[in-house]
């Protein structure tokens, strides 16, 4: 589901959408993806760093393309 909701954001990017809720679908999907990913293998060590990409990854999309 996330690679679809990313491949999916990307298409309305390069057709012109660049708002937030593109953006957000570009920025968070990946983030998700390795979260779920940890948490489905039990792997709570790898919960952190997921969680800090996720929350920088988000900000520097905000930053760089909304503001």
Same mark, same amino acid.
């Given at each position: /589901?996330?690679?679809? $909701? !990313? &491949?999916?954001?990307?298409?309305? !990017? &390069?057709?012109?959408?660049?708002?937030?809720?593109? /953006? =957000?679908? *570009?920025?968070?999907?990946?983030? *998700?993806?390795? *979260?779920? !990913?940890?948490? @489905?293998? =039990?792997? $709570?060590?790898?919960?952190?760093?997921?969680?800090?990409?996720?929350?920088?990854? $988000?900000? @520097?999309?905000? &930053? @760089?393309?909304?503001?």
């Amino acid at each position: /589901i996330c690679v679809l $909701v !990313y &491949y999916a954001a990307w298409l309305a !990017y &390069y057709q012109g959408a660049a708002n937030a809720f593109v /953006i =957000g679908g *570009l920025a968070l999907p990946p983030c *998700l993806a390795f *979260l779920f !990913y940890a948490l @489905s293998r =039990g792997n $709570v060590p790898a919960l952190v760093p997921a969680c800090l990409f996720t929350v920088c990854h $988000v900000i @520097s999309a905000a &930053y @760089s393309f909304l503001f």
